[in-house]
Antibody
């Protein structure tokens, strides 16, 4: 069964760090583009980061230099290391699989259930 | 970054109505656009990819059209389970950008 299960969310103070995990089953994290998308309370969806199948990474300007996306191939798990957290990083964080072809993309077709990050003093 | 402007931000409609949501990109994005449905407390769900291709398992009352900068999601006959928030997402380039969302409510 194809499934994504996020974990690692919680309450953290401003300036703190947190690492989110996304356990993947049913397909290989190394063969796919994997992304993080977040949603602040009562707000819309906000793209955060992606890691390509070749390991290349991309980030939203709002998290560049503070967040790092990575993967562990043997554990088939995606990560998001979040440092220097700000109040505005408070959100539900979703991992998702992005379908990628030859320089074309076909949407995020598999999503996890989300994990909640709250940044507060 | 490419800006995606979605309209309306909300709408009220009745079961059986035809509903249209639009999304405009700040620059041409070919047909590299998807539409997502999100219900409260749930993850988004892919409905349409490549502007007009129906994702497997999605009812045929959903359709998408457009290319370049202007795109449309149409629900031909609104069903009770369609009351949700809908988002467009450009996948032409990174950073990816979503529209602000359209909340479809019961009239």
């Amino acid at each position: 069964e194809v499934q994504l299960v996020e974990s690692g969310g919680g309450l953290v103070q401003p300036g703190g760090s947190l690492r989110l995990s996304c356990a993947v089953s049913g397909f290989s994290v190394s063969d796919n583009y994997m992304a993080w998308v977040r949603q602040a309370p009562g707000k819309g969806l906000d793209w955060v980061s992606v890691i390509y199948s070749d390991g290349t990474t991309q980030y939203a300007d709002s998290v560049k230099g503070r967040f790092t996306i990575s993967r562990h191939i043997s554990k088939n798990t995606l990560y998001l290391q979040m440092n220097s957290l700000r109040l505005e990083d408070t959100a539900v964080y979703y991992c998702a699989k992005e379908r990628a072809g030859l320089e074309r993309y076909y949407g995020m077709d598999v999503w996890g259930q989300g994990t909640t990050v709250t940044v507060s003093s | 970054a490419i800006q995606m402007t979605q309209s309306p931000s909300s709408l009220s409609a009745s079961v059986g109505d035809r509903v249209t949501i639009t999304c405009r990109a700040s620059q041409a994005i070919r047909n590299d656009l998807g539409w997502y449905q999100q219900k409260p407390g749930k993850a988004p769900k892919l409905l349409i990819y490549a502007a007009s291709s129906l994702q497997n398992g999605v009812p045929s009352r959903f359709s998408g059209s457009g290319s370049g900068t202007d795109f449309t999601l149409t629900i031909s006959s609104l069903q009770p389970e369609d009351f949700a928030t809908y988002y467009c997402l450009q996948d032409y380039t990174y950073p990816r950008t979503f529209g602000q969302g359209t909340k479809v409510e019961i009239k």
